[in-house]
């Protein structure tokens, strides 16, 4: 992410997946937790992955 319009795109895509709670979306990092019965941090990634940016995940 680059900008805020970057921000903003990942912060809505993240929006919509069922059982994640979204803390932050800041240039560079998103932080979140999420309840593992209804989603997994690989779906998260893709969803991230899925707009066009990279996502990875820190544990």
């Known amino acids: ?7 903003r795109r990942v ?5 919509r997946v069922v059982g994640l709670q979204l803390d932050s979306v800041e240039v ?3 932080k979140m937790a ?3 019965a209804e989603t997994t941090a690989d779906n998260i990634a893709a969803v991230v992955n899925g707009i066009g940016f990279h996502a990875h995940i820190d544990q």
């Open 28 to 30: 560079g990092s998103a």
């Open 34 to 36: 999420f309840n593992p």
């Open 11 to 15: 912060t809505d895509a993240l929006q």
């Open 1 to 7: 992410m680059h900008c805020a319009a970057c921000v």
